[in-house]
């Protein structure tokens, strides 16, 4: 494995900074000399201490040290995701194919999610592969999800339904939610969980409404409306009106629905090619089972 020692010599280098500034209080001068040349290793504890003083968080000191790139599942899961905006189906089942069997868990995962997000692009039921069920037993097993698991919790409600295990979503949604409120304070978001939490809804509306349980979707818009608009981020408040637009086409005021719709194809209309095929994708969907559904109301 590569030593921590040389990255952060040459990032102290960069940022103009002694030896004694950045360990001063935490290891001793020759310490840090050897530490440096890659020779001593130290806990996290003091690596965290120097990492302050340096003014860097642990996540950008791994991105520098792994040559700026992110860890390998992180980048292939980015990798998944704007396939996915983009309906490359072709580039999703390339991943898939070659990560489905890896003796790497975190990579096994990601074949996971592509599978998943394939199938449910191509219809509402599928049946659950194993690598599926490898993701759903670990993800269920564990009482407490870190944040690179909080972002891919939603993938397991589709597993749910497909299991047949509904009754096992409200477990599901109470867990998620305490995990991510136990990172946002009343005046701060530092890891953008308000955003986690609206992605959540939109998947769960789209659930609720697939399973024709109209008094869930329903009674979601509260929820959605309650949150914090100022720690969502620009993606948060699309996706927080995109289920706004929703919720008014099935249950509530359609002259609202549209010209949401209307605002976000506009928006979507700015990039050539567009970006996010998804948002599209839901809108065109979503108005044309609404229709349905308001016609069995009259």
């Known amino acids: ?131 599926m069920n490898n993701l759903w037993d670990r993800l269920l097993d564990s009482k407490t999800w870190t944040i690179e698991e909080i972002k891919i919790v939603p993938i397991l409600l589709p597993i749910a339904v497909n299991k047949n295990r509904v009754d096992l979503m409200p477990q599901i949604i109470d867990q998620f939610e305490t995990n991510c409120k136990s990172y946002i304070s009343p005046t701060n978001d530092p890891f953008q969980m308000t955003d986690q939490l609206v992605e959540m809804d939109l998947s769960l509306i789209q659930i609720y409404l697939n399973l024709e349980d109209y008094q869930r979707a329903q009674q979601l818009i509260t929820k959605v409306t309650e949150v914090n608009q100022y720690q969502l981020t620009w993606d948060g408040r699309l996706t927080q009106q995109l289920i706004i637009a929703i919720w008014n086409l099935y249950f509530g005021d359609e002259k609202t629905a549209d010209q949401i719709i209307q605002t976000l194809t506009r928006l979507e209309n700015l990039y050539t090619p567009a970006i996010d095929h998804n948002l599209l994708a839901i809108i065109r969907v979503r108005q044309k089972l609404a229709k349905k559904y308001r016609n069995t109301q009259k």
């Not at 103009?16 to 001063?24: K, M």
């Open 1 to 131: 494995m590569k030593k921590y020692g040389p990255t952060v010599k040459k990032i102290r280098l960069i940022k103009g900074f002694t030896r004694s500034e950045v360990y001063s209080g935490i290891i001793s001068g020759s310490f840090a000399a050897r530490f440096e040349l890659g020779e001593n290793n130290i806990t996290a504890q003091k690596l965290f201490q120097i990492l302050d003083n340096l003014s860097m968080s642990p996540n950008e000191f791994l991105y520098i040290h792994h040559g700026h790139h992110q860890s390998g599942h992180e980048e292939l899961h980015h990798q998944l995701l704007e396939a996915y905006n983009v309906h490359d189906l072709q580039t999703m089942g390339k991943i898939i194919n070659e990560n489905k069997d890896s003796s790497q868990l975190s990579l096994k995962s990601v074949a996971a999610i592509g599978q998943v997000l394939m199938e449910t692009y191509n219809a509402k039921t599928f049946v659950v592969s194993s690598v």
